[in-house]
Every structure is written in structure tokens, then in C-alpha cells.
């Protein structure tokens, strides 16, 4: 338990996984004859059209953007873990003492979404648990080439960004790491399987001009580490994939400029899911999956030590 009162949280919402902020969609015009401008994207974009599009058109093609009135307890736990790896990388090596982690986790700490104060602060102690056991089996001189790095790249269709967890530096090529807090192990078949994990290798390897095939998940709560090395053909298979996802955005935003219906142009995809989603609240076809209590995710921890 944290020994000084858990500091107000600003009223922001992270994003999932833990997330990470979008890139501006940048309007470009096009002109008959031009070819179709470049479509400017995120591994987290793309995927939540793929997941839902119309949950993708709320997100990022309707303006104003249609209120989130919901605030995850898991995306704020996620936040503050990922922004804590984020600082203590980012210390010179002789400087990661690990009394430093409680300073780190409380200064950045995200308050949003908790049942009460009691369960915030046993996710606190189960959030620093799992930080001090990950950087103590950690190799103490890591000295990543880039934490939370923006890293770019430009197809005939993308133009791709995002922000990768870590890259880490292995001999001669480069590692993409990326942190997971959910209460579900990973496994090698989603490192293998992750279209971000490969978009950010292909984007990596352009910004850096040095190799970068392999991708780990990390996962905290357990102290996992799954990875996957991949091939330039199957960079090249995500990259294909990202661009025809574009292609089918670009059309559905087409067929809106057109006068199409939106919710034809971006249809619904019900599923598990919908207990999550940030417009379940406006979306008619989501109110078949029950609705969720902010902290539903994180009670799990907590419950066999405070029976939430
Ligand atoms: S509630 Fe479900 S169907 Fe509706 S937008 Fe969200 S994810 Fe899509």
C-alpha cells in the first residue's frame, strides 16, 4: 500500500491497450485524375475498424466526436504501468534503484474509473508487485534505443505511424517490445498473430535502416514473455493487410461523402466486445452484451483480498 494519498488523476481517458493517442487524421484533397492520397494510420486505428467499423466512424470520422462517458478502471491501470516502464527506461541504468518504482508509479498513477479508494489503492500494490518483479529479472544495463517511440513508414496506400512500448537493440538487429496488463496470458501465437507487433517491426526497421523481425508481448502480471521472429514476407503480409483495411476505410468514407447511409457504410459487428465499447451507450446493436461496471475488469485482482 502506497505510504502518501494516491494523487488526483487529470479528468483524461487513456486509451486501451494501454494504450497509446492516435495520429491526426490529416485531410488531403484529392483531384480526379490524382492518385487516392496516402491514408494516414495507426496499427490502433486500423484495428478498430477491423474490429467494428462502426464503432471506427464514431471514433474517427464523426465530428464532434460522440462523448465517451465511461472511464475503465483497466485502461487507467494499463496507462499508469506503461507510463512507469516508460520513466524508469528512460533513468541512465545506475539510476533504476528499485525504491524509484513506487515514486514513478505514484506520480503518474491514472485514479479514473476505480470502484472506491480501497480497490484503487489494492491495485496499486498489485501494480508495483508486478513492476518490481519485472525489473528485477530485467537485464540491469538494458539500454533500449527507443521507449515509447514514435516510429513511421510510407507504402503506396499508408502513411503508417505508432508508438511502440520499447525497442530494444540485440546484437545487430532490433526488438520490438510491447507490455501487456490484461488478466489473460499471452501466448506465442499472438505475438505471431499481432498486426501492430508487425507494423511497428516493418516501421522500425525503416526509421532505424537496421533489421527487425522479432516481437515479444511481455506481460506483467504473470512475468510472461512470448515472441515471435518474423520474415520479411510476413512484414510484408501485414503490411498488405493494413493497406487493404485502408482501402476498405477509404471507401466507406467515400460511400458517406456520397450520401450513403452511415450506418450502412459502417456497418455494426456485435459481439463480446460491445461490453466495452466506449459507444455502446448510442449503438442499438450493442445492447444485446451486458453492460459492464468500469472497474469489471480489475475486480478480479482484488477480489480474493477485499471481496469486491
Ligand atoms: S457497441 Fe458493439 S456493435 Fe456497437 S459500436 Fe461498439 S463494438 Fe460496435
Not at 230 to 246: F, G, K, M, P, W
Not at 276 to 285: A, G, L, M, T
Request: proline residues 9%; contains cysteine.
Amino acid at each position: 500500500m502506497p505510504q502518501e494519498p494516491l494523487p488526483a488523476s487529470p479528468p483524461t481517458t487513456p486509451a486501451p491497450e494501454p494504450r497509446r493517442p492516435e495520429a491526426e487524421i490529416i485531410e488531403q484533397l484529392g483531384f480526379e485524375g490524382m492518385p487516392e492520397p496516402l491514408f494516414v494510420a495507426t496499427p490502433s486505428k486500423l484495428a478498430s475498424f477491423e474490429d467494428c467499423p462502426r464503432r471506427y466512424r464514431h471514433a474517427y470520422v464523426d465530428r464532434p466526436t460522440p462523448p465517451k462517458d465511461v472511464h475503465w478502471a483497466h485502461n487507467s491501470l494499463g496507462a499508469s504501468v506503461h507510463t512507469a516502464l516508460r520513466n524508469w527506461f528512460g533513468l541512465p541504468p545506475g539510476h533504476r534503484r528499485p525504491g524509484e518504482l513506487v515514486r514513478l508509479l505514484r506520480a503518474t498513477w491514472v485514479s479514473e474509473g476505480y470502484r472506491n479508494e480501497q480497490q484503487e489503492r489494492a491495485v496499486f500494490a498489485i501494480a508495483l508487485g508486478w513492476l518490481e518483479r519485472y525489473v528485477a529479472d530485467a537485464d540491469p544495463h538494458l539500454d533500449p534505443i527507443g521507449v515509447e517511440r514514435t516510429v513511421a513508414a510510407k507504402t503506396s496506400v499508408l502513411a503508417l505511424s505508432g508508438r511502440a512500448d520499447r525497442i530494444d537493440r540485440r546484437g545487430d538487429e532490433l526488438v520490438i517490445v510491447d507490455y501487456k496488463t490484461g488478466r489473460f496470458g499471452v501466448t506465442e501465437d499472438e505475438a505471431r498473430g499481432s498486426a501492430a507487433l508487425a507494423l511497428y517491426a516493418f516501421a522500425a526497421g525503416q526509421v532505424f535502416r537496421r533489421a527487425c523481425h522479432r516481437v515479444e508481448l511481455h506481460h506483467l502480471p504473470t512475468g510472461t514473455v512470448v515472441g515471435h521472429e518474423h520474415s520479411d514476407a510476413s512484414l510484408r503480409r501485414a503490411v498488405d493487410r493494413a493497406e487493404a483495411t485502408a482501402r476498405d476505410i477509404q471507401a466507406a468514407e467515400r460511400a458517406l461523402d456520397e450520401g450513403a447511409d452511415p450506418d450502412i457504410a459502417f456497418p455494426t459487428t456485435p459481439g463480446t466486445l460491445c461490453s466495452y465499447c466506449d459507444f455502446r451507450k448510442i449503438c442499438p446493436d450493442g445492447q444485446g452484451a451486458p453492460a459492464k461496471q468500469p472497474w469489471a475488469a480489475v475486480a478480479s485482482l482484488v477480489e480474493p483480498a477485499q471481496n469486491v
